[in-house]
């Protein structure tokens, strides 16, 4: 039985605690602002993120992984004698997957023993999935079975969200079906989630507390009846009330693992500070 490992990329956002039990490697996307690049998640974190965004007169921008970075990841796995289980952000919302694809052809024949999947989603909802791969790898599953596990993942895990405004999503061309939203009264805080690895807009909702109980109704009617539900919020420098709504969440759906994430860099970028969501996952 081959050993192997499993990478996934930075827009998970993973708290260190799950990467470092479960051994799971990140390709970082990148942070473009003005002149400077900055690595997701290694040369920039969320504090200082959200910090400079507030006074800044140059709004930052993305780039997908490069091919590069995904070639030196798997290359540096490889050659420790690991076969490759790549597990990445929908290929609807960022380059990344073909980057990885890429990737995998620039090392010839070594690029056999990579295996990659597109989750069609990202932020933590893409974490949920990339830990219920490496629990069963641990647990004794084939690369083969965890290949399957992971292809079939996104028919069990869901994500809502509420921003603040659309004016991120839509300045960084990633609104898809939210764009019916555009124009709306501004005081509507819109409800979006990601299906079939694109935006699209579900709710508007008059207040942002409102919102937040929506995405806990919205929630509860996916994962009611389900066995196993892990439940996880996300947030845009707004960690209070990400918290809050993971405890009411938690006492509702009694889940059997909460995880509190925020929103990396990259992802923060496109839906702007204040975003709350909810993500779930059930066997």
């Not at 069963?136 to 599953?141: H, R, S």
Request: hydrophobic fraction near 40%.
């Amino acid at each position: 039985m081959s050993k192997f490992a499993i990478v996934t990329d930075s827009t998970s956002y993973l708290p260190t605690e799950f990467i470092q039990k479960h051994n799971i490697t990140i390709a970082p996307l990148v942070l473009i602002w003005g002149d400077e690049s900055f690595l997701d998640g290694v040369d920039i974190q969320p504090a200082e993120f959200y910090s400079r965004l507030k006074t800044a007169k140059v709004m930052p921008s993305t780039s997908q992984a490069t091919p590069a970075t995904m070639q030196s990841t798997f290359q540096g796995l490889v050659d420790q004698g690991f076969d490759v289980l790549g597990i990445f952000i929908s290929s609807k919302l960022s380059g990344t997957m073909q980057s990885a694809i890429q990737g995998r052809e620039l090392m010839g024949n070594a690029g056999e023993k990579v295996n990659l999947v597109d989750s069609q989603s990202t932020s933590i909802a893409l974490g949920l999935q990339v830990l219920a791969t490496a629990r069963a790898k641990e647990n004794g599953a084939s690369l083969k079975e965890c290949i399957e596990l992971a292809e079939k993942a996104h028919e069990r895990t869901g994500i809502y969200f509420a921003v603040d405004t659309l004016e991120f999503l839509h300045r960084g061309g990633r609104i898809g079906g939210a764009q019916r939203f555009i124009g709306s009264a501004l005081n509507l805080k819109p409800i979006l989630a990601l299906k079939e690895g694109k935006v699209e807009g579900v709710e508007r909702i008059r207040t942002k507390s409102k919102a937040h109980e929506r995405m806990l109704e919205l929630v509860s009617e996916q994962v009611y009846g389900k066995s196993n539900v892990r439940l996880a919020t996300l947030h845009a420098n707004a960690p209070e009330d990400a918290k809050s709504l993971l405890d009411r969440a938690a006492s509702v759906i009694s889940p059997v693992e909460t995880i509190h994430s925020e929103l990396s860099p990259v992802v923060g970028t496109h839906t702007g500070p204040g975003t709350v969501g909810m993500a779930f996952m059930f066997d």
